[in-house]
C-alpha cells in the first residue's frame, strides 16, 4: 500500500516546508508516501466559497486513481489518539490495496464531490490550525504511528 496526502496550495513558510521535508524523509523508511499539491485556484477573488470549493474539488478528483481509498482530513471526521491512529493504519496497510489518499482540504473546505468520494473522516483536533501547519501535523502523527507500529522508541506513553 502507497500512501498519500494531497493538498491545495504550496507551502509558504520555510520553517513549514523543513519540517515537512524532513518527515517525508523519515516516513519513507516504513510505506511508499507522497505529497501531492494542487496549485492555488487562479482568480479566487472573483469566485463564492461554493465556487472556489467545486475547482478546488475537480483538481482533486482528477489525480485520484481507480482502488484509492480516499480519507479527508475534516474538522467533522472521527477523532484517534496517536495509538488508535498506529492502529488504524495497521488495518488500513494490511485491507487497502493501492493507495491510502489523505486530503486537506482548501480554506474551505470540501466540495460535495469530495464527500461523495470519501470512504471516511479524520478530525486532527476540535481546534481550528492553519492549511500550512495541519501538514506537517498530519505527518508528523503518520511518522508517529509508524513509529508506534514498529515498537521504536520515538513514541512515549
Known sequence: MKAALFVIGKTDASY????????????????????????????????????????????????????????????????????????????????????LVFIIGGPYGFSEAIYKTASEKISLSKMTFSHQMIRVIFIEQLYRAMTILNNEPYHHE
Open 16 to 99: 513549514f516546508s523543513e519540517a515537512i521535508n524532513e518527515y517525508q524523509k523519515r516516513l519513507v523508511h516504513y510505506l511508499p508516501f507522497e505529497m501531492v499539491v494542487i496549485p492555488d485556484i487562479k482568480n479566487v477573488k472573483s469566485m463564492s466559497e461554493s465556487q472556489q470549493k467545486e475547482k478546488e474539488g475537480e483538481c482533486l478528483l482528477k489525480l485520484l486513481q481507480p482502488g484509492d481509498y480516499v480519507v479527508l482530513l475534516d474538522e467533522r471526521g472521527k477523532e484517534y489518539t496517536s495509538l488508535q491512529f498506529a492502529s488504524y493504519m495497521d488495518k488500513k496497510m494490511q485491507t487497502v490495496a493501492k493507495r
